[in-house]
């Protein structure tokens, strides 16, 4: 008798063996394989709640190891948190890091998407969920049995201190919004702050604020289009931009000296970067997990590395791009340099000089002069390449001049040097610190010019060439020494050690004087301040002798004057000595590669102008004139710099 003639006696007897089968445990594979692409191996290894919503792979573990599912806490979390805590025989560190990731997960559905730049408002509820998770996160990383540095490469560890350090953003955020309302309504700034359940003081007296915050940016929320490279360090922090209210520069073009306030010589950068912390009180884990008192810390980055938490040093989260990009953004230094230039609308009149860090008494100054209807911003990636380099950030701190580009270069020279002496004497009333001493000038076309004026020693020979030109003498030399004496008797910018030239006519350019540069020229206009002080001086440079005056109203030279190749001043200025012991090295910008090097230009400023024959170095690089710009340039002045530091180093 066969199975396929008695179907139901082959049943009888296959369904006794598949019984024995199953109760042996040998018929049903259990665990079954499954390749991961390796795409989806850092996604599944290292993604969690902040990066994807979804709960990591050491939380969903830790779940199962109790019986639950992501699924199951996403529909009751006070539940599942209540269950991660009172299940016994769990390691403190799995406990202690997916409590704070299931915190994370319920602050984020309770926060507000931010709209702009900027962070939004936190409901009552979104706030405690932050904290409660940064509480768990500072649990973990310094009392759940071993230090940060012990868990050095562990994925986990990174992530708990994302949600740290995130947490510490959105708290931070809060302190913020109502600190600020509190100091406008005339209240303390830096008082404690009562949320619902929880105390938050805070100390801030490290950053040195001089007035009250208008903004607080997250580092982490804004990239720039224009900066080649966000420079940052991985640490314990939020990384944070405090905006403050910039200095008031821009005044009416049109406006005399009656109508000129005052503004002020000097100011920080008005935009600084931060980066906070959260302080939980308690010597314990047990107090930590008690405890309703927290400290906001706020830090400035560049000058401190690494902070001490529960007894272990630890080092600073930073971003030392964002504020800078920040600024640059919300400054409209663009088309307020035109307007300076061409004298409409609001421009400013007099040289103002920014610090990009607070002052550092320790580190040398590197001073940058942009060049003609420019600014600042004209140094956007080279300054963001020297403070992002470690090495440079050490040693050096950047300011940067910003001053109208309409004005004369001798008047240039002389109100440019005045508001660097001015602001280094408020620093440093002796001038002993290092920072007054060996400074480093960078220079871009016209403000390499400047550079070179500042540098030099004229002893008579500008004064002479006026003489000269204008046969002075009598009553009509006494005017004119009284108003052009300081600008053409001058020593040279003492404390200076190098000088960098980036594509700077130093024996002005044929452009300058041609059609295009003549129709520029006069549409340039001398604000009403200059024109009022200067102009009996150039109505008696006008008056030949034995007469009083010419009828016709004098012409004040501006900037594109004193650019041409054939301009007095400029011929003067380009043979005069630099200080003894000066340093100075040149970068200069070629347009058109075939054309050999003495005969070629970068489209403003020709060779023959940018040489100079005892320069220790010249880069000729490919480019236009924006050449501080290239890559080629930054990669340059970082290497003079780093010699400089060598050659410093050896000498002290």
Request: with cysteine; glycine share 8%.
């Amino acid at each position: 008798m066969t199975p396929t003639s008695h179907p139901r006696g082959y049943r009888l007897v296959l369904a006794p063996m598949m019984a024995m089968a199953l109760l042996l445990g040998s018929g049903c594979a259990m665990v079954k394989m499954k390749t991961v692409a390796p795409t989806d191996y850092v996604t599944l290894k290292r993604g969690d709640v902040l990066d994807g919503g979804r709960l990591s792979a050491s939380a969903q573990e830790m779940l199962s190891v109790i019986g639950l599912t992501e699924s199951q806490c996403g529909k009751d979390l006070p539940a599942c948190r209540e269950a991660v805590q009172q299940t016994d025989g769990l390691h403190a560190e799995q406990r202690l890091a997916t409590l704070s990731e299931l915190w994370v997960k319920e602050a984020l559905a309770l926060t507000p998407k931010p709209k702009a730049a900027g962070m939004a408002p936190l409901p009552e509820g979104a706030l405690e969920a932050w904290l409660e998770a940064a509480r768990y996160a500072y649990a973990y990383l310094f009392f759940s049995g071993r230090s940060p540095a012990e868990r050095a490469f562990e994925d986990r560890q990174t992530q708990v201190r994302d949600y740290y350090n995130y947490a510490a953003e959105q708290s931070a955020a809060v302190v913020f919004q109502r600190g600020r309302e509190r100091a406008l309504g005339g209240e303390d700034y830096n008082g404690p702050l009562h949320a619902e359940h929880w105390t938050l003081a805070s100390r801030f007296d490290a950053l040195h604020l001089t007035s009250i915050p208008r903004q607080l940016v997250s580092a982490s929320s804004v990239s720039f289009a224009g900066l080649r490279s966000t420079y940052r360090r991985d640490g314990f922090g939020a990384e944070l931009v405090l905006v403050m209210e910039p200095a008031p520069l821009a005044l009416p073009m049109d406006g005399g000296a009656a109508a000129l306030p005052d503004t002020p010589v000097f100011s920080e950068m008005p935009a600084i970067n931060v980066t906070a912390l959260l302080r939980f009180d308690g010597a314990t884990l047990d107090e930590v997990l008690a405890t309703r008192n927290i400290t906001i810390e706020a830090y400035a980055p560049e000058t401190t590395d690494s902070v001490e938490l529960q007894g272990q040093k630890v080092p600073l989260a930073a971003n030392f791009t964002a504020a800078y990009g920040l600024w640059l953004a919300q400054s409209g230094f663009a088309t307020e340099s035109l307007r300076t230039l061409f004298g409409r609308g609001a421009g400013i009149r007099e040289p103002h000089i920014y610090l990009m860090q607070p002052y550092d008494p320790s580190r040398r100054i590197i001073f940058m002069l942009h060049g003609l209807a420019s600014s600042p911003e004209a140094w956007v990636n080279l300054a963001n390449e020297i403070m992002g380099d470690a090495e440079m950030r050490e040693h050096f701190q950047v300011w940067s001049v910003y001053y109208p580009t309409n004005a004369p270069l001798a008047l240039n020279r002389y109100t440019i040097s005045n508001a660097l002496n001015r602001t280094l004497h408020h620093f440093d009333e002796t001038g002993r610190q290092p920072a007054s001493k060996n400074m480093v000038l960078i220079g871009h076309s016209m403000g390499g010019v400047l550079a070179r004026l500042m540098l030099s020693d004229p002893a008579e020979v500008l004064w002479n060439d006026l003489l000269q030109r204008y046969e002075l003498r009598g009553p009509r030399l006494q005017r004119v020494q009284a108003k052009l004496g300081p600008l053409l008797h001058y020593q040279p910018q003492p404390n200076v050690e190098r000088v960098i030239f980036l594509a700077s006519p130093h024996r002005g350019t044929d452009i300058a004087g041609n059609r295009l540069g003549r129709m520029i020229g006069k549409l340039v206009r001398l604000p009403l301040t200059i024109l009022g002080k200067f102009e009996d001086v150039f109505l008696a440079l006008q008056s030949p002798p034995g007469t009083e005056q010419k009828a016709e109203k004098p012409r004040i030279p501006n900037s594109i004057d004193n650019l041409k190749s054939n301009d007095p001043f400029v011929q003067a200025a380009a043979d005069l000595p630099l200080a003894p012991g000066l340093k100075y090295h040149s970068i200069i910008a070629q347009r058109k590669p075939g054309v050999p090097l003495q005969l070629s230009d970068d489209g403003l400023v020709p060779y023959w102008s940018a040489h100079l024959d005892q320069a220790l170095s010249e880069k000729v690089i490919l480019s236009g004139h924006s050449v501080q710009e290239t890559p080629q340039a930054v990669l340059e002045v970082r290497r003079i710099l780093r010699e400089d530091l060598r050659e410093l180093g050896a000498g002290q």
